[in-house]
């Protein structure tokens, strides 16, 4: 009996972990146009995030309807109020490519699980539902094109509004006025839907970036499935998923909320895989529009920010929540602004490098790119900086807007000496050109 008893147990252990490893289709193996999607992505580096739904007319964000209690009824007379007269997709690639981004991820559906495109399978969308009656998505698909930028997809996975998202989750949403019952695999289904047509009905796209699987992620979520379906569909599209765990199979990027790779506040330290990496901030402390969140980070932090992430190989994709009306706030587009002008003075120790040779230090990181690497000196005071042996002869060292800087390499590693002038407030860039 113990012996079984132990069995039993060895086997409930073991249940949760192999759930979640066959969560993924072993089988993956990426197309060629998906590698060369990952390139383009990790040479972009920069991006913008937009969270734009119902919730930006109540302007608390948009876990609003979690937060407060609101049931499925009253939210949804929120989409009544929702008309974004305002918003002018050619205006907002405007502003990304003045940025230096080089594409918009924006959400297509979030939590509360209202579509922002026009859904077939639903009519809980923004077409069927507000006074605005028109596809937001298709019109920034559109203008996207015309610029030259991708557009990637944020999906919940989570659905606060579908009456088969049951058994629920972690955000358990017993007050949204919906039954103690539900077909998850109805959901499922519904979803796949709703993801084939945001394949199909958009032209090419970047990708799709899933959120909310953390809800419940011992459930059975049948990712290889989904995740095929989008392959199949588009075999360049970049499947990630912010579920804060080790990558499956079938996802062609790792994401991290709020942190740099493996430092986030989720994903609690490890599991930085080898695919390409992305991680995402909000300019204040909110996603969506939050009408009272007026803690906006300096234009020093975010490009820093920009810049740790190239250090740490991975791109950075920068959220604005608009307005109700469709109109971003002027705080946000002024940092943008400035994030720009001074990418458009750096831009080559940015784009197109990989993280290294050099792990980050304490007093900024380096980037590489050819027989060029660059030093971001990232904090003001220091007047030298230590790179530690990184295998290679310096035969130069500039300063990237010009002047040349002096420097000492042994087999230790190399001193760099700051020069006094031509330093920049929030990244002093060397240029080493380095011997094959
Ligand atoms: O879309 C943005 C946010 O709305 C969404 N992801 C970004 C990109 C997001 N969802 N949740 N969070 C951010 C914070 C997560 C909180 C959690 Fe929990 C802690 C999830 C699981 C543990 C709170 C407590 C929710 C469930 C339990």
Redesign the pocket.
């Known amino acids: 009996m113990r012996t079984v008893m132990l069995a039993f147990i060895a086997v409930m252990l073991c249940a949760a972990p192999l759930a979640a490893q066959q969560q993924g289709d072993i089988g993956y193996t990426p197309s060629k146009e998906n590698l060369e999607a990952r390139e383009w992505f990790q040479d972009a580096k920069f991006g913008l995030?937009v969270?734009w739904g119902v919730y930006a007319t109540i302007g608390k964000?948009?876990?609003v309807m979690h937060n407060d209690k609101i049931p499925i009824a009253r939210y949804q007379q929120q989409a009544d109020r929702f008309n974004p007269v305002k918003f002018d997709a050619d205006e907002w690639c405007r502003m990304v490519k003045d940025a230096g981004m080089k594409y918009i991820t924006i959400?297509s559906k979030?939590?509360d699980g209202f579509a922002m495109f026009d859904s077939k399978i639903s009519d809980y969308d923004i077409v069927d539902r507000t006074p605005y009656g028109k596809d937001v998505i298709k019109q920034l698909a559109d203008a996207c094109k015309r610029n030259g930028l991708k557009l990637y997809f944020?999906y919940?996975q989570l659905d606060w509004h579908h009456p088969d998202y049951y058994p629920r989750?972690?955000?358990d949403i017993w007050y949204t006025g919906r039954g103690d019952n539900g077909d998850w695999y109805s959901y499922l289904d519904y979803m796949d839907t709703q993801l084939s047509e945001l394949l199909t009905q958009y032209g090419p796209i970047g990708g799709i970036w899933f959120?909310?699987m953390?809800?419940k992620p011992e459930d059975d979520w049948r990712l290889s499935r989904t995740y095929r379906l989008i392959h199949d569909l588009q075999p360049a599209a970049m499947v990630g998923s912010?579920h804060h765990r080790q990558p499956y199979p079938g996802e062609d990027f790792q994401m991290f909320?709020k942190g740099l790779p493996g430092k986030d506040p989720?994903s609690k330290g490890g599991h930085v895989s080898a695919l390409p990496l992305e991680t995402?901030e909000t300019i204040n402390n909110s996603?969506?529009y939050n009408a009272t969140d007026y803690n906006y980070k300096s234009v020093k932090d975010l490009i820093q920010y920009l810049v740790k992430a190239a250090g740490n190989n991975a791109n950075f994709l920068l959220?604005v929540g608009p307005k109700p009306d469709g109109a971003i706030q002027d705080e946000f587009k002024e940092r943008l602004a400035a994030m720009g002008a001074w990418l458009r003075e750096n831009n080559e120790s940015v784009y197109g490098t990989r993280g290294g040779p050099i792990a980050p230090q304490s007093w900024g990181c380096t980037t590489h790119k050819d027989n060029m690497v660059y030093v971001h000196v990232l904090s003001a005071e220091d007047q030298a900086v230590a790179l530690p042996d990184f295998g290679k002869k310096i035969k130069k060292a500039e300063l990237l807007s010009g002047g040349k800087v002096e420097y000492e390499q042994s087999d230790k590693g190399t001193v760099i000496v700051l020069p006094e002038t031509g330093r920049n407030e929030y990244d002093t860039v060397i240029r080493l050109t380095v011997a094959d």
Request: glycine share 12%; proline share 0%.
């Open positions: 995030f969270h964000a948009e876990w959400t979030h939590h944020y919940s989750g972690r955000t959120d909310g953390w809800d912010n909320e989720f995402c996603w969506g959220n």
